[in-house]
């Protein structure tokens, strides 16, 4: 369906009185113009692209498609409101047909400051739904022939995420109840070890527990994606040979052009393409760039790419940028104030690992790759200036995620 896609004009909560009903906060227009970046192409070039992403199913396998507050520093207070604010019109206009929405996660901090909690995560997910049946764009995606039927309608499938399995604490039944509720995909753990094994952040790399390889089991018999981003090394590995189904690394990169605990080394990679599983290529700020680029960029993103093409095959490669509509940098220069801050119990251990991301570093935007409405667009137009072919395109840009999705749910 490409850019004919059957949006109404819905705005998030519109049935709601905003000021009585909920707090007001001033959003960051969603695409910021001096911002925005298109890849240039000849006419010729602009011509196949846009039969490319009207063609073809588009898929996002890690997104954040919310508005943010303009002034970062209030991103706290509004998390704990517990209400997040889908950009349905920006969406319209991306060519997506399918985004994985990872909702709130560890900002999920309505009755916590340190998140994950359940009863927090169940309000999260309540709120969102609340909202996406008042409207008529978004389906709800519980299985892959919703995002077929996206593609056909015009509609946008919207996939309900957990970044992380934290909040199911020690019981493996909240596995069923969150797919009942319609999370479609999970994440093992956030940089941080919990009981389903240790974290990418960790001084010691445990792998996965055997709590962790109970839920992989569980996740497989209830046909819940597993997401492994955040995890150790071994525990990605350890995850990978458990699982009867492929996995996914829903937003990452390679650790051989980006030497940080956030990226995963060739072994992993490998590791998942052999189990026919597909890495989604990140986008956010700092983590995509390269020890030859250190400013990320469309470009920096592509190198990941094309990397992981050339070790694991074209087949097992997707897209994941983790963007938002928002100053993504200002977030990290806010959470790390906020982790700096008294009261969060979090303390400097010595060689502690962290995920390697040094935001003073940072620049203000990726250019090129800012937010949900221009990611994919971006990429489409690199690889048809690059000379890829359509088929390859094609893969890249969703079907070797619907592959696996078919296989998966």
Not at 162 to 187: C, K
Not at 357 to 362: A, E, K
């Amino acid at each position: 369906m490409g850019r004919n896609k059957k949006y109404t004009g819905y705005k998030a909560y519109q049935y709601l009185t905003p000021g009585i009903d909920y707090k007001i906060f001033k959003f960051r227009e969603a695409i910021k113009e001096e911002w925005a970046y298109t890849v240039p192409l000849s006419k010729s070039e602009e011509e196949r692209a846009e039969k490319i992403l009207e063609k073809n199913i588009i898929i996002d396998l890690h997104e954040h498609p919310t508005f943010y507050p303009e002034n970062s520093q209030e991103s706290g207070e509004q998390a704990r409101e517990g209400r997040d604010f889908m950009a349905y019109e920006a969406l319209s206009q991306s060519g997506l047909d399918a985004v994985f929405d990872n909702l709130m996660n560890g900002s999920c901090i309505i009755t916590s400051k340190h998140g994950w909690k359940w009863s927090d995560t169940i309000h999260d997910l309540g709120q969102r739904l609340c909202d996406i049946a008042h409207q008529n764009f978004v389906i709800h995606c519980k299985k892959a022939e919703d995002i077929i039927t996206a593609h056909k309608t015009g509609k946008l499938a919207w996939i309900a995420v957990l970044e992380s399995a934290s909040s199911i604490e020690n019981e493996v039944d909240r596995i069923d109840i969150l797919y009942g509720l319609g999370i479609r995909s999970m994440g093992l753990n956030y940089s941080e070890s919990n009981m389903l094994g240790c974290g990418l952040g960790e001084i010691r790399d445990g792998g996965l527990t055997d709590f962790g390889y109970d839920c992989i089991i569980r996740m497989n018999k209830v046909k819940m994606l597993i997401d492994v981003s955040h995890v150790s090394d071994q525990t990605a590995l350890d995850a990978i040979e458990t699982s009867k189904e492929p996995i996914i690394i829903s937003h990452c990169g390679a650790k051989a052009l980006n030497p940080i605990a956030r990226m995963f080394p060739d072994e992993v990679l490998q590791t998942l393409a052999e189990a026919r599983g597909v890495i989604g290529i990140e986008a956010a700020p700092g983590f995509t760039a390269t020890k030859n680029n250190p400013i990320p960029t469309i470009d920096t993103y592509m190198e990941h790419v094309e990397y992981c093409i050339n070790l694991m095959g074209i087949d097992f490669v997707g897209c994941g940028p983790d963007t938002l509509y928002g100053d993504h940098v200002g977030l990290y220069r806010f959470g790390e104030k906020k982790l700096k801050s008294a009261g969060l119990g979090h303390y400097s251990r010595p060689d502690k690992r962290g995920d390697g991301l040094v935001v003073d570093n940072l620049p203000d935007y990726v250019k090129g790759m800012e937010n949900p409405t221009e990611c994919i667009q971006n990429i489409t137009r690199w690889m048809v200036k690059h000379g890829y072919s359509d088929q390859e395109i094609a893969k890249v840009i969703g079907g070797n995620a619907l592959r696996l999705l078919k296989q998966v749910w």
